[in-house]
């Protein structure tokens, strides 16, 4: 399983040091299971998913091969899709719950 990480994601991280450890545990749970532990997201933001961090804060991330099983890659459009295997996760952002859902557009694309 291979994870990659968004600008956004990383510069997230760095403004919630304080529960780094957390959610470091959180994604190494996502990278093991992507698809029994996070929720599949809709409107606009189909194609992506969330996983809680803890109450009200929380990751979201695209599964790679769910993506393109459900044609979504068609929405999500991702710039790079023809270079990640099925077997990818891309971390596109982790937050408060209401920040991360502020976004209107795809992250990745």
Not at 1 to 7: C, R
Not at 55 to 78: H, T
Not at 82 to 109: L, M, N, Q, R
Request: charge should be positive; charged fraction near 30%.
């Amino acid at each position: 399983m291979e994870a990659l990480f968004s600008d956004v994601f990383v510069k997230s991280l760095k403004k919630h040091v304080s529960i780094k450890k957390i959610i470091q545990k959180k994604v190494d749970m996502i990278i093991e299971n992507p698809v029994a532990l996070g929720e599949p997201l809709k409107g606009n933001f189909r194609g992506y998913y969330s996983c809680s961090v803890k109450k009200n804060f929380l990751i979201i991330y695209l599964y790679c091969k769910v993506c393109r099983a459900r044609d979504d890659e068609k929405i999500i459009c991702c710039h790079d899709c023809k270079k990640c295997a099925d077997e990818t996760i891309k971390f596109v952002d982790v937050g408060p719950h209401d920040k991360a859902y502020e976004k209107k557009s795809p992250y990745w694309a």
